[in-house]
């Protein structure tokens, strides 16, 4: 009778961690999903986006871009997004068109070089190479789909960069193997489903980034931004600050915009 | 042509007085550099250093569907330069649907490859700081531009241009000076209108280009006569194909060309194909640190071999460019072209940085290694050379 209870009560045990450990999961993936669906109908958006490098000595260099994005419907394949420089001045008018696809497959992606009016296919195999020079990865540029990552809920707590704030924390494990990251950790707030913090851990499992979204303004009633992105590298001691303006929305763009062959015109 | 300029200034000025929303802005660059020749030549007045100033200037509008350019370069060097003004962007471009019509001059990229493009070829070139600083000068053209959804058609009225050499002073340079009067023959005229024609686009992971040129040669044959080396001009006409294929860290690129009544090295003229095949792949990450090492290595082909006009006529060539990625966009880049009929080599470097966040600053060398017995560029077995320069951006 003993080992029949001490049985029971160890199947119960499994079968109630392996519920729990299910629930987080679908949890997790739950309150992604949601964030992301907050953000579906914008249609296109642009935003001129100024980005502050500074180096472990407190060096600074400037980039400033404009950034066009249309919103695709179609559920198998991502966004698509130009983003055009403006400084520093001997590299305005260089263009990066990005067509977003879905894990296991690269974006593709064409660069416009201005001074030999050339459109050139790049590479985008390179997840973990750094945006312009800057503490953003491509990858962490790229936005979330959730059938690119497991996602798993940790816990409710306050929001480390707004404690004010009441936060989901959610660990997303990359499926892809090229990936920079062992696991990001995204703090979500309760009521509104916006990032709020990322942190990003490398391959070896070390803490190596954190990413902190500030000033958040909804537009058209819906969609949230954020004004301030902080990006800070703390094991090199290096960050990158990014300050969006003057967003707007819907502006007829077409998806005809958004072809390599049409990348020339929307440089200028 | 002077006629030209001046509607094209007096519609920009026009069009920012209107009272319709209107967009203008003005940017450029000034850049300063210095080239030393090594090696002296003997028997001519050809000068060992280079001093140039260079100044651009732009200036772009936009008004509901027309939009204009403005691009101005002006040089000044010594020992003096044979160009010091062009205007080589200076259109108007009215787009209506998925259409686009230019009328001005332009610069034109055709092509996939990095070293050499043989089916580039609406712009003719600007020597006039040495044959090895060929820069594209603006052709006057009327261009309409269809857009398709993964592709476009461009069509191409272009009035004749010619190339511009350097002065007997300015090296680098060929043995014998360029006469700067031209030659025109077998079907080309000083006035003559060629076509060029181009439909490019995308499928999945390929990027295509199919294009045909009609008119006067862009890179006549350079012929001896009475102790100089005249440009001939004939009329060509060029058919050609351009592809890459994206996979993953690798880009595969191929350009293929067959042109008709070219003149030859030996001046006769030719009918001849060539192509240029390749791969670049990059490394990104390299030890384990955020640079990333590009290596690239292509071979060209021109089946009249060393009666090629031009010097890629049986040449393999490697390349490799290393990205810091640190935030002055420090970048160095080395290539080695290899001639395969007399396994001539010639190096070339080249180190970037910005410094000061609206300056740049750089270092080219070049370096022939062995070209004595090189077919076409035995001339330059003396021009080892390096160029400093700095630039300011506005």
Redo the contacts between chains.
Sequence with gaps: MKIFIITLTSILTLFCSQIFAQSAEEKGLEIIEKSIALDNGFVDSTVVGKMI?K?KSG????RSFKNFIFEELDETLGDKSIIVFTE?????GTSLLTHANIEPN?D?QWLYLPA????????S??R???FV?SEFSYEDLSTDEPEDYNFLWLEDINCPADPSLQCHVIEATPKNKKSGYSKRVIYIDVSELRYQTVKFHNRRGDLEKELDFKSYQKYLDKFWRADILEMKNLQTGKSTNITWENYEFQTNLSI?DF????LA?MA? | MTNFFLILLNLLLISSYSKAEFYSEHYGEIEVSSTIFLEDIEGDNRKNFLNSTNVEYNYFFEKDNLTGKLKMNIKDSYPGSAQNLDFNEAYLDYAFENTNILAGNNIVFWGKNEFYNPVDIINSKDYSLGLASGKKIGQTMFNIKRYFSSSELDFYILPSNTNIYPKSQVRSQQTLNIKSKNNYSKGAKKENLGIGLRWSGYIDEYDYGLTFYKGNTKDPALIVSSNQLVPNYSEITQIGIELQATQGDFLHKGEFINRSNQYNLDGNIDDYYGFIVGTEHTLYGLFEKNWDLSNIIEYTYDSRGSKSHHSNQNDLFYGARLILNDIDDTQYFISLQNDIDKNTRAMTFNYESRFFSQFKGGIDMYVPINLEDDYHQSSFKDEVNFKIYTSYAF
């Design positions: 490098l180096d060096n600074e260099s400037v520093p001045r001997d590299v305005k690269d593709d030999l009016k050339r459109v050139k296919r790049i590479s195999s390179n973990t190479g750094k020079s005809n072809n390599p062959e049409k015109k200028r």
